[in-house]
């Protein structure tokens, strides 16, 4: 019999990139593939968890009995998890949500007049931060995909964010990260650390689930 340390959880996870769109035919958004966050779908699902993935624009499967809800840009995504997180106790944001957005779409396809285009982006709200700021939140995973200092920007992201655990990425490791089949994680909390080493996603998805489920337990029993 599989281990279902998840049994009866109800987990919310994003996925994939978002897109942010320019004019009607042009977008700007990420090398993020939603492999990372369908295997995390995929192993919680296993480990009896229910299920719920909202996911930008990706080329995978759902996995079986997960349910699944598309948007493209970080506002649909954060309207998707602000309707489904006060049902969820576990919210993992595995998504790479575009950090900033067009201040205006072009109703008409840009033209190409000038030689250079100048465009003025808008920050886009952070889906996590606010998810975690909630005066009941889940029990709040973030991710960090860092290109330097990984470990100090990680733990910087779990106290500004007010996160429980933030899962750590070096993405300048080839074969590793955005759209790879494998990857690996610093995972930190307050208070701890453990670091899983290189392997398929897949794989590396259960490990983590193991150290979310100690983790979540830990603290519902504090
Ligand atoms: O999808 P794959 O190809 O499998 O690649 C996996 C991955 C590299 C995308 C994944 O492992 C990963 O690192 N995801 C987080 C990517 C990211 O955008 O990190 P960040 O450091 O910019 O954001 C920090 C955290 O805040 C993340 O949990 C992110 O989901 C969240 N965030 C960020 C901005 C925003 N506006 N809203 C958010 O919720």
């Not at 808008?122 to 470990?151: H, M, R, W, Y």
């Not at 910087?156 to 089949?181: E, H, P, Q, V, W």
Request: aromatic share 6%; net charge neutral.
């Amino acid at each position: 019999n599989p281990v279902q340390p998840l049994a009866g959880k109800r987990l919310l996870i994003t996925a994939g990139p978002t897109r942010e769109c320019l004019d009607p035919v042009r977008f700007i958004s990420n090398h993020s593939s939603g492999k990372m966050g369908f295997a995390i779908a995929e192993q919680a699902r296993n480990q009896g968890a229910e299920v719920t993935l909202v996911t930008g624009p990706v080329a995978l499967t759902t996995p079986k009995g997960v349910q699944r809800i598309n948007v493209e840009s970080a506002a649909q995504m954060l309207d998707a998890v602000m309707a489904e997180v006060n049902q969820h106790d576990i919210f993992v944001a595995t998504a790479a949500v575009a950090d900033y957005r067009a201040q205006a779409v072009a109703d008409n396809k840009i033209k190409k007049n000038d030689d250079e285009l100048t465009l003025t982006f808008v920050k886009n709200p952070d889906i996590l931060k606010t998810v975690a700021g909630l005066p009941k939140p889940p029990f709040c995973v973030g991710f960090a995909a860092e290109s330097q200092d990984v470990e100090a920007y990680a733990k910087r992201k779990l106290a500004d964010k007010k996160l429980d655990m933030i899962a750590a990425n070096d993405i300048t490791i080839a074969g590793l990260g955005f759209n790879s089949d494998a990857n690996a994680l610093n995972v930190f909390w307050p208070g701890g650390r453990q670091d899983l080493p290189a392997q398929p996603k897949l794989a590396l998805a259960v490990a983590l689930l193991n150290l979310i489920s100690e983790r979540y337990q830990e603290k519902q029993d504090t």
